[in-house]
């Protein structure tokens, strides 16, 4: 039975989130399709979902992972160093590594778990890792399970980076930089070329979270492929975002994965993916290399709407609409719901404070006529 002061604690941190418009509250939603939603009896056309290409409702991509289910059970039973390891894993990871130009490929059951292990494999206590400001929480986790020394750089600023690293790396023992491809809140790219020579100049490792990159920037493959000249040691991402299932994976040499299989500790004490999901996301990446045409379409849309409000061309599929305050994000979210739209307000701490926004994200399914709509009803709602 919960304590009357654990009770108490909790009901107290929760009223102060609420006075500051900060609570957040689940709230359960049907995706009928890769596009539309029902929330509590509305049906609404989502603009918040990161399910890019729509693939999660794709014919080829559920039945493969009904096929899944049917030859390997609904879960893979044990961590994969046990008898998790199911075979559909050696197949997932070698298209992934084909891909991203590796050696090899070693998948995870999310993107937290992934970068919370990879990080701490590879650093430790007297080792420096340097974070973009903006990075995503997983990454700050990994960064803080490391026991190594852990300083944020000016967000996308290879200047702050290049002199944080000239005045710390001289003492440390190993150096990592960690950085997302695509910043989820911003849509903004990171410029790998320029971090990838500061880290080759200072002998220091790069780690690329290409969550929201894989299938929709840099023809297919992610951002890293937007930045042709750019060295990322390590190459993560995730198959819940464009692939539309669930997982995570790394690419990097066959030594690099060798050593994660081993020693990543998200990987080795964590059940295995489950089949369904590693063949969806085989599937998923069978349709990507298929289907050039829709690999495009998210950046095409969201710079459709991005032009028709005189915003700064969309570099990927997430358009921030920032509003500032929580409570004027959240009406504005209200206001576009009963347009028959879901954008939902993003709040701190997920962003800085003062910097409450929409986040609208952009899929292959949406019509151009769609996109127009949702512009006409954003621009209402952007101070003058």
């Keep these: 039975m919960t304590t009357d002061t654990l009770t108490a604690f909790a009901a107290g941190k929760l009223a102060e989130l609420d006075a500051k418009s900060l609570k957040r509250t689940l709230k359960p939603t049907h995706r009928l399709d890769g596009l539309w939603v029902e929330r509590e009896g509305r049906r609404l056309l989502s603009f918040s979902c990161n399910d890019y290409l729509n693939l999660s409702h794709h014919p080829a991509v559920k039945a493969a992972a009904i096929r899944a289910v049917d030859t390997y059970g609904v879960g893979a039973g044990a961590a994969r160093l046990i008898t998790g390891d199911h075979p559909l894993f050696t197949a997932l990871e070698a ?11 070693c998948v995870f059951g999310s993107g937290y778990l992934a970068n919370a292990g990879i990080i701490p494999t590879f650093a430790g206590p007297g080792d420096l890792i340097v974070v973009d ?14 026991g190594a020394e852990t300083i944020a750089f000016a967000h996308n600023d290879v200047a702050d980076l290049e002199r944080l690293l000239a005045e710390r790396r001289p003492g440390a023992g190993r150096a990592l930089v960690a950085t997302d491809g695509v910043f989820s809140m911003d849509g903004d790219l990171a410029p790998l070329d320029a971090i990838s020579a500061a880290c ?13 990159g894989l299938g929709v920037v840099g023809g297919g493959a992610g951002s890293a492929r937007a930045f042709p000249d750019a060295r990322v040691d390590l190459q993560m991402g995730t ?15 066959q030594p690099v994965v060798d050593l994660l299989k081993t020693r990543a500790r998200t990987l080795v004490y964590s059940t295995g993916l489950p089949p369904a999901s590693a ?6 990446l069978e349709v990507m290399a298929a289907e050039p045409e829709r690999v495009a379409a998210p950046l095409t ?5 991005t032009r028709a409000l005189n915003l700064p061309l969309a570099q990927s599929c997430i358009v921030p609409i920032v509003l500032g305050e929580a409570e004027t994000t959240l009406a504005a979210a209200r206001v576009l719901e009963d347009q028959g739209f879901l954008a939902v307000a993003i709040r701190p701490p997920t962003v800085p404070a003062g910097t409450a926004r929409l986040r609208i994200a952009f899929t292959a399914g949406h019509t151009d006529a769609e ?5 006409e009803a954003v621009r209402r709602l952007i101070p003058a």
Excluded: P
Aim: proline share 0%.
């Design 133 to 146: 400001e903006l990075a995503h929480s997983c990454i700050w986790a990994g960064a803080k399970l490391s």
């Design 200 to 212: 080759l100049a200072h002998d220091a490792w790069l780690l690329v979270d290409d969550a929201h």
């Design 371 to 375: 996109v127009d709509r949702l512009a």
């Design 239 to 253: 198959l819940s975002k464009a692939a539309g299932g669930y997982g995570a994976y790394v690419c990097a040499s």
């Design 301 to 305: 849309k969201a710079q459709r709407f």
């Design 279 to 284: 063949a969806a996301a085989i599937a998923a």
């Design 95 to 105: 298209r992934l590594a084909a891909l991203k130009g590796t050696q090899a490929a």
